[in-house]
């Protein structure tokens, strides 16, 4: 099955959409990407989702572990958050999968279509990605980040975020770059408890703190007053 998918990946091919997809994944060697845009792979794994041989693909999937286009393991990722198995399975499936993240696009794909609501998953969800936020790679420390992004921006977790987050210490930029764009959603939709921690004594770098503050600044949903006085707090 796997390689009768990959023939029709490559079929609906596009080498100038591949050279676009370069530009933004400037890490990825470009003869890797098809050029395949996003919502056509979605609609493919939901086609593989509901059948009776997706375990059949992401097994097959996890055997193959080189020369894999970027569209095929996005496809695998995507596969697993769709289908309907227990979320203790699709972790079970995800520990595999995780080392096949590299760069930030399979990343953020993936991770945004994978949530949970459930409490009883949310609580096994957040005890799974606690490890990934120690490692010594930037991609799984993303991984962990943008998953508590895309699942626990809410009452009942977000001091629990915060406190994760001061405490990441992977200075890879992609690392980074996930703690402020969930620092920034933090003090859109909980002001408060974003500012009071800015402005108390956090373990914030210099660049992380700072790109935090952008972020809120470009945002639609900040207040112009509120804008200024993030402006004002900006390290040097």
Do not use: H
């Not at 693909?57 to 227990?86: F, H, P, R, S, T």
């Not at 279509?113 to 790679?137: C, G, H």
């Not at 991984?143 to 977000?158: G, K, P, Q, R, S």
Request: charged fraction near 35%; aromatic fraction near 10%.
């Amino acid at each position: 099955m796997y390689k009768e998918i990959r023939d029709e990946l490559v079929k609906i091919s596009d080498k100038e959409f591949a050279k676009m997809t370069a530009k933004t994944c400037p890490d990825v060697d470009i003869n890797m990407i098809l050029g395949i845009r996003i919502p056509e792979l979605r609609k493919k794994a939901k086609e593989i989702a509901v059948s009776s041989e997706y375990r059949n693909y992401i097994d097959e999937g996890n055997k193959q572990k080189d020369n894999k286009y970027i569209e095929e393991i996005i496809m695998e990722g995507l596969v697993i958050a769709y289908c309907k198995m227990d979320l203790k399975e699709k972790l079970e499936y995800m520990k595999l999968y995780i080392p096949q993240i590299t760069n930030w696009l399979i990343n953020d794909v993936v991770c945004s279509t994978l949530k949970v609501r459930k409490k009883q998953e949310r609580m096994m969800l957040w005890d799974f990605i606690a490890p990934y936020l120690k490692s010594p790679n930037q991609f799984e420390v993303r991984y962990a980040v943008t998953t508590m992004l895309d699942n626990f921006i809410v009452e009942e977790y977000v001091d629990g975020v915060i406190s994760r987050l001061d405490n990441v210490t992977n200075k890879g930029y992609y690392a980074e770059m996930a703690v402020s764009w969930t620092l920034a959603e933090i003090g859109i939709k909980f002001n408060d408890k974003a500012m009071k921690y800015l402005k108390g004594n956090n373990n914030l770098d210099t660049f992380t703190f700072n790109k935090t503050l952008q972020k809120m600044r470009e945002s639609y949903r900040v207040p112009i007053e509120l804008k200024e006085e993030l402006k004002k707090m900006k390290r040097f």
